[in-house]
């Protein structure tokens, strides 16, 4: 018979079995009486003064290395936190002052070096142009080439006149979306509505000849909208054809407080609504209210004194052509809307800032223009969300404007004031994601409904 723990000649348990039950029985005094490994205390210290000194180390490379890639990097952190006033903090108290003067001071000669820069271009010029061609020519001459076209359908006509006033759409993408959304053309083309515009639209599948994403297109109100996108920034250009709707508006409650560029447009029978103006904006907490200079809208003149050195002026005249010059030029007699900003960033066709501008700072943005066509270019570039858009610099902005024959531009109030709305909605992010609507404005650029 097998007893438990023994045998019935009564042998004693094997000898690992009783070591066992010896361990559990003594409990954690047996475990405590086992020595512990011991550590060299020094091994933990090493690595932290280890780590210490690297990092000691890549600090002094990214702060003094003279390298492009770094040097290029560093410029556009400075300029960066030091436009953005809640992370100059940081900026100031982890780079030395002589270092962040020197990225400043380079900013400041390339404002010196716009002072004095203003646009001369006209319609009379090119009018002159075209008389001297017909001259030359002689109007017999021209007439006989002239062809008297066949009768053709209406809507043929009206077809041609539409890719003629929007000749950046690429007609094939325009033709194969036509097919799939036929509902688009149902008033005809002169009234041709498509907009997937929204935050919450992924845009069509229709391309500009420049290999853009066209976001909207309202032929009646004559306005084209494209996704502009590059290395870490998002955006939309509004291209309006008709110059002549555009005016500059202020907040109806201007000196009290600012409103949002889509409450301003609608006030004034708006479709589209940018920010212009700057405001005073003390600790980051004003209301827009106070204006920053000086803006002339649709008329009438605000603000009690011009923006100072190196500032610009852009201005709109009865021509319906935007000039710039100097904030500290006297406004032109035939002046109807002016906003005051820097820098400027095309004039005459020519782009009038490059990499030593000292403005690489990638933030959000707001800037305006007008092509060699006299359409208005509305570009908005959304910024600080890491995850979506980082923003750019003006040279970007600059690039994408030419890129459709800009020819005069300038850059405006940017950071959370950059927001563009279109036929009742807000069609880019703010910054701030606790401002869906961005931040209450002095003034905004209005394009005009059709009437």
């Not at 700072?361 to 570009?379: F, V, W």
Request: aromatic share 8%.
């Amino acid at each position: 018979m097998k007893l438990f723990g023994t045998t019935r000649s009564g042998s004693r348990l094997p000898r690992n079995r009783k070591a066992i039950l010896a361990t559990a029985a003594a409990g954690d005094s047996a475990v405590a009486s086992y020595p512990a490994k011991r550590r060299n205390p020094l091994k933990g210290l090493a690595i932290f003064l280890g780590c210490l000194l690297l990092i000691e180390i890549l600090y002094f490379v990214a702060i003094y290395s003279d390298n492009s890639f770094i040097s290029k990097w560093r410029t556009i952190y400075i300029e960066t936190a030091m436009d953005t006033l809640s992370h100059k903090w940081l900026a100031t108290a982890i780079i030395p002052p002589d270092i962040i003067e020197d990225v400043m001071d380079q900013r400041r000669q390339a404002i010196e070096q716009q002072i004095g820069m203003s646009s001369s271009w006209n319609k009379e010029d090119e009018e002159q142009d075209a008389a001297t061609v017909e001259e030359e020519t002689g109007p017999d001459e021209m007439e006989a080439d002239v062809e008297v076209p066949p009768q053709v359908d209406p809507e043929e006509v009206a077809e041609e006149n539409f890719y003629t006033l929007f000749y950046e759409i690429d007609k094939p993408s325009l033709e194969a979306y036509l097919s799939e959304h036929p509902e688009a053309l149902q008033n005809g083309w002169d009234n041709l509505y498509i907009n997937e515009a929204g935050l919450d639209d992924s845009g069509t599948s229709i391309q500009t000849i420049h290999g853009e994403q066209v976001l909207a297109i309202d032929a009646k109100n004559q306005v084209l909208l494209v996704r502009v996108s590059g290395s870490g920034y998002l955006g939309v250009l509004a291209i309006a054809k008709d110059p002549s709707r555009l005016s500059l508006y202020p907040s109806s409650q201007l000196g009290v407080t600012g409103e949002y560029s889509g409450t301003i447009a609608e006030n004034h029978n708006g479709i589209i609504g940018i920010a212009a103006s700057g405001f005073i904006d003390p600790n980051g907490n004003g209301n827009g209210g106070t204006l920053a200079g000086y803006a002339l809208c649709d008329g009438t003149a605000y603000g009690s004194a011009h923006m100072g050195w190196g500032y610009k002026r852009l201005e709109l005249h009865e021509d319906d052509l935007f000039y710039i010059k100097d904030a500290s030029d006297a406004v032109s007699e035939d002046a109807t809307d002016a906003v005051e900003f820097q820098p400027a960033l095309i004039i005459d066709g020519n782009i009038v800032v490059d990499s030593n501008c000292g403005w690489t700072a990638l933030q959000p943005r707001t800037c305006i223009g007008q092509s060699d066509k006299y359409e208005i270019l509305m570009l908005v570039i959304e910024g600080r969300m890491p995850l979506r858009s980082t923003g750019t610099h003006v040279i970007e902005c600059a690039e994408i404007l030419k890129r459709h024959g800009c020819m005069q531009a300038m850059n405006l109030d940017g950071g959370t004031s950059a927001m563009m709305w279109f036929d009742g909605e807000y069609i880019t992010k703010c910054s701030n994601q606790s401002l869906p609507y961005g931040r209450p404005l002095p003034t905004a650029f209005v394009y005009k409904r059709a009437e």
